[in-house]
């Protein structure tokens, strides 16, 4: 079973930028679409974004398009989450997994990386 740690969450003001990063564990990372989900409290959890394999295709939530790119660099098994023009409504916990379409593919999580966003 792959290992999914992410990290590089913190707390913002509303306006700036966060990188996140999910360092994967599982040598056929690069095999996998990867993306990038979020949980804010009392909510479901929701799709971000995702990549293809190679990284030649992304796509995104309409809540976060024009402000979030999502990439990866599968020589270090990673994928990023760059998010820019954050926004109060950003707050969430953020998660990512192999995806198909828009539903997450691998059962378990990571512990996720908390994003808090202030106005």
């Known amino acids: 079973q792959v290992q999914l740690v992410e990290s590089g969450g913190g707390l913002v003001q509303a306006g700036e930028s966060l990188r996140l990063s999910c360092a994967a564990s599982?040598?056929?990372?690069?095999?996998?679409?990867m993306g990038w989900f979020r949980q804010a409290p009392g909510k479901e959890r929701e799709f971000v974004a995702a990549?293809?394999?190679?990284?030649?295709?992304?796509y995104y939530a309409d809540s976060v398009k024009g402000r979030f790119t999502i990439s990866r660099d599968n020589a270090k098994n990673t994928v990023y989450l760059q998010m820019n023009s954050l926004k109060f409504e950003d707050t969430a916990v953020y998660y990512c997994?192999?995806?198909?379409?828009?539903?997450?593919?691998?059962?378990?999580w990571g512990q996720g990386t908390q994003v808090t966003v202030f106005s």
């Open positions: 990549v293809s394999s190679n990284g030649g295709f992304t």
């Open positions: 599982r040598r056929t990372f690069s095999s996998y679409r």
């Open positions: 997994n192999a995806v198909v379409n828009r539903d997450p593919l691998f059962g378990s």
